[in-house]
């Protein structure tokens, strides 16, 4: 994991598990969830999002230093322990902020709980099946192809070798094996999506704000796209020149986007 | 105790018109592999060659005939080794026949346990029923997440088991099967079940597995000494568990082929190594998806050379496995001589005859089969297994 400025990186019980959990800034709660290949650590966009708010950034049960509980073996059981989550450390109503895989996982609390939520901010999200193109292969690939598929231009990543494209440690090799591994529980069948989704999301009014990379080559910007349709208060924002992980390839955009959002939305469940 | 060694023909039916010039347009020898080089009429005569060699292998006084799937594979023409088992039945008279196996972790467990069921019945009683996890193509190709393999192998296992020996109707609700209504009408002529077997390459796991479940163990063509290691933790595993394990818990398959003279099985042995490069070639993701099998496992596999059916680890070539008895060719006394040092080495109670590959010849293998039950077999049967200490 990357290693830069003011956050806790802690083992807490939650739920009957053993959850690795970087938390750092203050403010009202801010629960980020990441994506398929694992918690990608504390990285400039969570020290932005912690001048004004208290960001909680789990690794998943099952991912990183946390322990797999059998009874996680579907997006549905992960979105209930993270309503179990919520309810324990007392952070409702929370904004949630979720990019691929973690996104398919904040609509799926979304459409659980909606009291719980505050704010929800969808990056470039898994959870419905495009009509246009189709979600990349990434699980019977290696992570190298994956990486290719993962930015338009590498170029435009700041930090790019340090953050990206470094070689990994054989225990951190060992660790990605156990979080393709938990993806692969998680989103072998039906491929990253779940076919009710769109209907569980209807009438959901949490202000959304859905941000895709225009030339995402891992889950098509259509997906954005259906997600605006499925939920009744969203606004799509589709950043040119930019693949699947904006937050690293889009910075500052990036930034903006979610800063006038949670503005809009923001601060008065402070805590 | 099992006193002679019983011998098995085995063919993979391979589609011999592939080449190594195909297969090296593609990332991969499976998955990747276009199914547009397949030519069913040409599969039909290669079918029906395998057919006429089952029948000969019968006839010539092998003891069983050894059958397996796999799926999008090119040198493996069975995605359903039922319905090879059901042509077995109806070609030869009296050989056993030994599925090796159904991959139950992707199919349905009643549909399996009504299937075996059936060709016990069709058999008389002579099928053998290997249970196999597959290599890890199998589940991907199956639409099987690779992480749920062992479990649904396990409980499919079990499941077919008391298809086999609980009077229906009864209620089945597991993790990964439920039934309310499981009462198939066909069982087994073989009481309380056909003998189950498991199989396995180089994984002490697997080897653990089948001793705990007191099923016999058949070592698919790993080096000798790999073997000899292997057949030692069955018998470790075995004592641990309570039973006393014998030659008839243990079986070793290895290449093998029969010439009327040394100079022209070596010659023919050459196809022995046909696609050897491309056949498990691609992404570890393919063959060693996360969580198919453990790290520990994989350790061991990784850490010695890799032999005919084998994926990991360094390749070996003709001369060097002809030279550790990993294929065996030539004429029947250089065959007799060579089996003969394996069996007073291994001990196993079940010989698989690796016997065809690639482009052979339909009438060498023919002339092989021949030689074996009519010279090679009789010889090998003179061999008086020991107990296992």
Redesign the interface.
């Known amino acids: 994991m990357a290693d830069t400025r003011d956050y806790t990186d802690e083992l807490i019980e939650v739920a009957g598990t053993t959850l690795q959990v970087l938390k750092g800034g203050s403010g009202a709660p801010l629960l980020v969830l990441h994506g398929a290949g694992g918690n990608p650590g504390w990285l400039p966009y969570h020290q932005a999002l912690a001048q004004q708010y208290t960001v909680y950034a789990p690794s998943h049960p099952g991912y990183d230093r946390s322990s797999r509980p059998d009874w996680i073996s579907s997006m549905y059981g992960m979105a209930h322990f993270y309503r179990q989550f919520i309810e324990e450390l007392g952070l409702a109503p929370v904004h949630v902020m979720g990019s691929s895989m973690g996104g398919w996982l904040a609509a799926e609390l979304a459409a659980m709980c909606p009291p719980y939520i505050k704010s929800l901010i969808l990056v470039d999200a898994a959870g419905i099946k495009p009509q246009v193109g189709e979600i990349a292969e990434i699980l019977m690939v290696s992570p190298d192809v994956t990486k290719k598929l993962r930015f338009y231009d590498p170029a435009q990543v700041p930090d790019y070798d340090t953050l990206v494209n470094r070689p990994l440690t054989p225990e951190e090799q060992d660790r990605q094996w156990r979080n393709r591994e938990m993806t692969s529980r998680l989103c072998w069948k039906p491929y990253f999506h779940n076919p009710q989704l769109p209907s569980s999301l209807r009438g959901v009014k949490i202000p959304t704000l859905i941000v895709w990379g225009k030339q995402d080559a891992i889950i098509p910007v259509n997906c954005g796209e259906l997600y605006q349709q499925a939920l009744a208060n969203a606004t799509l924002h589709v950043i040119d020149r930019c693949g699947h992980s904006p937050a690293l390839e889009k910075p500052q955009e990036f930034g903006q986007a979610v800063r006038e959002f949670l503005a809009k939305h923001g601060q008065s469940a402070s805590r | 105790m099992k006193g002679k060694i019983e011998v098995f023909w085995f063919s993979e039916q391979p589609y011999g018109y592939v080449t190594d010039e195909d297969l090296a347009k593609y990332p991969s020898g499976r ?1 990747d592999f276009p199914n547009t080089y397949f030519d069913p009429h040409k599969a039909h005569i290669l079918y029906n060659q395998y057919h006429d060699q089952y029948a000969l292998a019968d006839e010539v006084g092998f003891d069983g005939i050894m059958t397996n799937e796999h799926h999008a594979s090119y040198w493996c023409m069975k995605p359903a080794v039922n319905l090879d088992a059901a042509v077995i039945c109806k070609v030869t008279k009296k050989a056993k026949i030994a599925i090796l196996g159904n991959v139950i972790a992707i199919n349905d467990p009643i549909r399996m346990a009504e299937e075996i069921a059936m060709l016990d019945c069709y058999s008389g009683g002579r099928i053998i029923s290997g249970f196999v996890r597959g290599t890890a193509v199998e589940s ?1 190709h199956g ?1 099987i ?4 393999n062992f479990e649904r192998f396990q409980e499919a296992h079990d499941l077919i088991i008391k298809c086999w020996t609980t009077p229906g109707p009864f209620r089945y609700e597991g993790k990964y099967y439920h039934y309310r209504a499981v009462n198939p009408w066909v069982v087994p002529i073989q009481k309380p079940h056909p003998d189950i077997w498991f199989p396995g390459t180089g994984s002490p796991e697997s080897v653990v597995w089948a001793a705990t479940h007191q099923h016999p163990y058949m070592n698919l063509g790993a080096l000798v000494d790999v073997t000899e290691h292997l057949k030692g933790v069955y018998i470790d595993t075995a004592k641990q568990v309570g039973f006393t394990p014998g030659p008839e818990h243990f079986g070793y398959l290895l290449r093998a082929l029969v010439a009327d003279t040394d100079e022209k099985a070596i010659e023919l042995g050459r196809h022995f190594m046909w696609t050897e490069n491309h056949r498990a070639r691609g ?4 063959n060693d ?3 198919y099998q453990s ?1 520990e496992a994989l350790k061991v596999k990784m850490s010695r050379p890799t032999i005919g059916t084998g994926t990991f680890g360094r390749k070996m070539s003709y001369d060097e496995l002809r030279a550790v008895n990993n294929i065996i060719v030539g004429s029947p006394d250089t065959v007799i001589k060579k089996l003969t040092e394996i069996i007073e080495h291994l001990n196993p109670g079940y010989l698989h005859i690796y016997g065809n590959e690639g482009p052979m010849p339909h009438q060498d293998v023919l002339r092989s089969i021949e030689l074996f039950g009519r010279e090679v077999i009789p010889a090998l049967h003179e061999i008086t297994l020991q107990p296992y200490a």
């Open positions: 998955l991907l639409g997440d690779p992480t749920e992404p570890r993701e393919h998806p996360p969580g790290r």
